[in-house]
């Protein structure tokens, strides 16, 4: 059974902390391709302790894309959790939006999302999106003009994708890049680094009072490694040129990251990492069967969405666990459009449906 209903959750989630103060309300910016599903799956279990509402597009999973976010897509209310775009979807910060959130969030919400190597970054997104661009990364590199339209929706990650993501318009950066960056270095209290992955997830702990059980993970959304392109130094540069502006975002909040982790301490930042990745392995030991599994071989709630150029793998969690023990496992390695359905029934008492038809 593929339905949505194959993907309610039975149980609580598995409690291994001990009681916490609840978190300030929370908008995380889930950029393509960076390591976003992972915090996402993090902040899916943070919010569902916490009973959170989360400010989730109605019948869908994705806000409008790839046009720009409005207030309007979600209501007026106050919200808990905000995570745009919750799936597959392109959410642009400018044009007022930032102006837009502080309407419906809480003035204490706190704002983060994540940025990752830009070189890698490009790859990762090409391998998910070639069906109108030709399946050859090097092919496209040569002339990538020739097939990409910035007037063309669905070009919207064709180039800069995390610019695109954050709302930076390419068209005007030459003129604007000092504003667009300051604004966006206001707006995000953190800014993760993939490449900077447990390191990040300790500034996020301590930006959310959150301890290392709740900042354990597994790693999801991942694609077999036959779909991985190997950059050689001529393709980097290329990709490099195409991409100047997410380079410059990246080493802009590169940097910034660097002189939050010397503020908060290398030493003190260093034995918290060593705790957090004794504490993951330690909890994936417990969950986790196998790791890397082709999606053939796993049943419909774990299996991720497939695309048609690469293949998504999985997890299977371990067999003869307590009921409570199963539901935290599950959760931990659950996709995230299973996960998003889930939350989405028990938050509104219903199954995402396309939207009625008058």
Not at 188 to 211: C, K, P, T, Y
Not at 223 to 252: C, E, G, M
Request: proline share 6%; glycine share 4%; hydrophobic share 35%.
């Amino acid at each position: 059974d593929t339905s949505q209903a194959s993907y309610r959750l039975n149980g609580s989630p598995y409690n291994m902390m001990k009681p916490r103060t609840q978190t300030p309300p929370v908008v995380f910016l889930k950029t393509h391709k960076t390591g976003s599903s992972t915090v996402q799956n993090l902040l899916f279990r943070m919010g569902e302790r916490d009973r959170a509402t989360f400010a989730f597009p109605h019948h869908s999973y994705q806000f409008s894309y790839p046009e720009k976010y409005a207030t309007s897509l979600i209501g007026g209310r106050p919200w808990k959790c905000f995570l745009p775009p919750a799936i597959f979807g392109c959410w642009q910060l400018h044009g007022g939006v930032a102006r837009g959130l502080k309407q419906v969030m809480p003035e204490n919400a706190v704002y983060i999302t994540i940025l990752r190597e830009p070189l890698r970054t490009f790859e990762s997104v090409f391998s998910y999106y070639t069906s109108t661009v030709p399946s050859a990364l090097s092919l496209f590199l040569e002339s990538p003009d020739a097939f990409w339209d910035p007037k063309e929706p669905g070009n919207c990650l064709g180039r800069n994708p995390m610019s695109f993501d954050l709302g930076i318009d390419s068209q005007q950066w030459n003129t604007t890049w000092r504003t667009d960056l300051s604004l966006l270095e206001e707006t995000f209290q953190l800014v993760m680094i993939a490449e900077h992955f447990d390191e990040s997830l300790i500034l996020l702990g301590s930006l959310l009072d959150l301890n290392m059980e709740e900042l354990a993970y597994v790693r999801l959304n991942t694609r077999s490694l036959q779909d991985v392109t190997h950059l050689d130094d001529d393709t980097k540069d290329q990709i490099s040129a195409w991409n100047t502006l997410d380079v410059l975002l990246y080493d802009f909040f590169l940097q910034i990251f660097l002189e939050k982790v010397e503020k908060y301490g290398l030493e003190r930042l260093n034995s918290e990492v060593a705790l957090l990745r004794a504490t993951t392995n330690r909890i994936r030991r417990k969950c986790v069967a196998r790791s890397g599994v082709y999606p053939e071989e796993l049943e419909d709630l774990v299996r991720p969405w497939q695309t048609d150029t690469v293949t998504i793998l999985g997890y299977q969690i371990q067999k003869n666990l307590t009921k409570p023990e199963q539901a935290f496992c599950t959760r931990l390695v659950l996709p995230e459009l299973q996960y998003h359905a889930h939350l989405y029934f028990q938050q509104y008492g219903r199954d995402m449906r396309a939207v009625p038809t008058e």
